[in-house]
């Protein structure tokens, strides 16, 4: 008897389980084809250009001038002009010169990262929204990214790729 109560409890788990798992409703989009289509995102690439042109201008600017500077003390050292003490003041002074540049390019890589951080996160919440929005709407309880490569197969009736693009006004 109790046996028989185990199965008959453990065939009524299995029933349960196998109804909630076909029940569950799996959708999946391309995030990145979303993306390359939203304006916000073009403004925002575009801005970030100007910004790296800017900062590359100012280091090429420091560039010339250390160079500049380089070349003056060889023709003076050249020359005779420079006594040696002056000669490892000048050296020094070009080396820290050399280590503000580096510094500048390390700040500027950060720069760089923080304003695309900045201008891409309204963008990408913007898209998430959208995607909880579609998947609440239409009853989908999971949604796969396809641009990961992960997606290995997908019934294209379960794309809703078109539903999150109408929703952002794609």
Known sequence: ????????????ALT????????Q???YLNS???????NEVEQAKANLEVLSQQLRKKGEAMVADLQAKYGAVQQKVAAGELAPKAQEEEVAKLKSQE??????EQDMVQQLQKKEADLLQPIYDKVNTAIKEVAQEQGYLFIFDQSTQ?????????????????????
């Open 32 to 38: 990145q084809e979303i993306l390359s289509q939203m």
């Open 150 to 170: 992960v997606l290995l197969y997908a019934d294209e009736t379960t794309n809703v790729s078109t539903a999150v693009k109408a929703k952002l006004g794609i």
């Open 25 to 27: 409703k799996f959708g």
């Open 99 to 104: 280590q503000e540049i580096a510094k500048f």
């Open 16 to 23: 349960f389980m196998s109804t909630t798992v076909s029940a």
């Open 1 to 12: 008897m109790k046996k028989l109560l185990i199965c008959a409890c453990l065939l009524t």
